[in-house]
């Protein structure tokens, strides 16, 4: 059997160990459009002070992949499918033939659609080449940097902007308080408490820019979210709605095709979270295998290290609430019809995973 992985993320490679697992004869070939090793892309913000060839920056090491056989394909860009040959097309005219495909292809940032979001110093962070670009921007000397968008990549961004040596960050976010689809409003109102006493950080809540000016920052990053990658699946006929549209199985409308990762929609739901996405990758692969397992979503969870902080958070934070205080630690319950729905933990994080695996129901 040959299968054949579109895609250089997580779930790509995830898939790809899997399908190993499964069999040990299998040609397994992963078409990345990048030109890096598939890498961590949590991993990117620190990069922008510490580098990008830091261990544990990629997933895997090049040896890896020759050890278990896995073929990598970089700078490989897949220009449309082919279903009912079982072939995909590459951008250079060449074609591969495959008995099950895998769509993992990520997602885009998105760009708030307003004037001035082309200019030069306005950037977004996705791949590697957006990191590069931004960390040679700092390096020229950025005095004022902002950031447009308050969610855990916007506040990372912010730090190391900080530590870069920029004199004044400012994150700009539409909501009218921070991570509130994160969490609740009392711990987003901490949040926010604890990062106003930061030297060199401004915080701009509830605004909403309606144009971007050449004297707004120095650097100017958007991190407002991203759209699940879909055209490929479009050309070729896939059924797609936000995402790539899948059953419980991760298995598309078309024959031996699945999807995985940021650019899929099981059941209606997107998550775009990276540990969701190594998840189905896992999944994926197994059931390309024959494992018929379905894949049952994780509730949404956070965590989030910086400006001297920790935090987690889980579930939902509806329903009744109990608050606990001590030694400077903070934990809120969250419950729905007397079960735990929801968690946030400031501090003190060594219940995360117990918390997390009772929301879970296990």
Known sequence: ???????????????????????????????????????????LSKGLLKGFDGDGFLQKSAEFYQRENITVRLGCRVETIVPERKEIVLADGSRLNY?????????????????GCDLPNVMTLRELPDAEKIRKTIAAGVKHAMVIGGGVLGLELAEVLLEAGCGKVSVVESA??????????????QLQKHL?????????????????????????????????????????????????????????????????????????????????????GKAAGANMCGAETPFVPEPPSMRFMGFGLKLFSCGTFSGEMEEFQENGNTKRLFYENGKLAGAVLFGDMRESMKLFNAIMGK
Request: glycine fraction near 8%; charged fraction near 20%.
């Open 176 to 189: 009218p308080g921070l991570l509130l689809r994160n969490m609740d409003a009392v711990s987003s109102a």
């Open 196 to 280: 106003e006493s930061i030297p060199g950080l401004e915080l701009q809540l509830g605004v909403k820019l309606e144009r971007i000016t050449p004297d707004l920052a120095d650097l100017i990053i958007m991190s407002v979210g991203a759209v699940p990658e879909k055209s490929l699946a479009e050309r070729c006929g896939i059924s797609c709605n936000r995402g790539i549209k899948t059953d419980a199985f991760l298995r598309t409308d078309a024959a031996d095709i699945y999807a995985a990762g940021d650019c899929a929609e099981i059941e209606n739901c997107i998550t775009g979270i990276y540990s969701t996405a190594s998840s189905m």
């Open 1 to 43: 059997m040959k299968y054949v992985i579109i895609g250089g993320g997580v779930a790509a490679v995830e898939a790809a160990i899997a399908i190993r697992k499964s069999s040990s004869d299998a040609e397994i070939v992963i078409c990345s459009a990048e030109k890096s090793y598939p890498y961590r892309r949590p991993f």
């Open 99 to 115: 008995d099950k495909l895998l769509l993992a292809v990520g997602a885009r940032s998105c760009c708030l659609p307003i004037p």
